[in-house]
T-cell receptor
Framework: TQLLEQSPQFLSIQEGENLTVYCNSS?????LQWYRQEPGEGPVLLVT?????EVKKLKRLTFQFGDARKDSSLHITAAQPGDTGLYLC???????????FGKGTLLTVNP | GAVVSQHPSRVICKSGTSVKIECRSL??????MFWYRQFPKQSLMLMAT?????????EQGVEKDKFLINHASLTLSTLTVASAHPEDSSFYIC??????????????FGPGTRLTVL
């Protein structure tokens, strides 16, 4: 069974601060996705990383896939209240079409 | 593109009632659809995977006679919660994957259905 450990579980910061969310596993994933979910809504895909060492940027969000494809991070620069939400990482291993989700990071950005 | 809808968005029912939730891929054909359950402030838990025209594959611990899944077409899957009880109250989310986007195996999520069983 593939497991994804996501940390921190809860994060409350002030507007303008930077933060990093981590996703770690002992398993290798063929791809890893990051989602953001707001209360009462479904997860929205932010990015998919496929190649070990890959870095993708989405405005103030930077996503990195570890060289060994076992871990990933999400860094947010100058967080804004609109960034508030549940951030989920999800990995797919090999030919397995199922996604393994991390437990999520509940981010609150206070104005 | 890659829009997935769910209906209803919210349902409140009495204990013992069966509830059907629909999941539709609006602009692509979904070869595979997934059903998840989510408790407040927690992550998604996969319940079952369904492929069009075949029986669903249920995750360990999920009762197939309780959560009936039908994937009759490439754009529609339904989840029926049979004889719902208060402990079935939860947020149910579907996702669909198929021939959409740059990654053909990307899962696109619906907006979820909030089920409350009284």
């Amino acid at each position: 069974t593939q497991l994804l450990e996501q940390s921190p579980q809860f994060l409350s910061i002030q507007e303008g601060e930077n933060l990093t969310v981590y996703c770690n596993s002992s398993s290798v994933f063929s791809s890893l996705q990051w989602y953001r979910q707001e209360p009462g809504e479904g997860p929205v895909l932010l990015v998919t990383v496929v190649t070990g060492g890959e870095v993708k940027k989405l405005k103030r969000l930077t996503f990195q896939f570890g060289d060994a494809r076992k871990d990933s991070s999400l860094h947010i620069t100058a967080a804004q209240p609109g960034d508030t939400g549940l951030y989920l990482c999800a990995g797919r291993g090999g030919s397995n079409y199922k996604l393994t989700f991390g437990k999520g990071t509940l981010l609150t950005v206070n104005p | 593109g890659a829009v997935v809808s769910q209906h209803p968005s919210r349902v409140i029912c009495k204990s013992g009632t069966s509830v059907k939730i629909e999941c539709r891929s609006l602009d692509f054909q979904a070869t595979t659809m997934f059903w998840y359950r989510q408790f407040p402030k927690q992550s998604l838990m996969l319940m079952a995977t369904s492929n069009e025209g075949s029986k669903a594959t249920y995750e360990q611990g999920v009762e197939k006679d309780k959560f009936l899944i039908n994937h009759a077409s490439l754009t529609l899957s339904t989840l029926t919660v049979a004889s719902a009880h208060p402990e079935d109250s939860s947020f149910y989310i579907c996702s669909a994957s198929g021939l959409a986007g740059a990654h053909t195996d990307t899962q696109y999520f619906g907006p979820g259905t909030r089920l409350t069983v009284l």
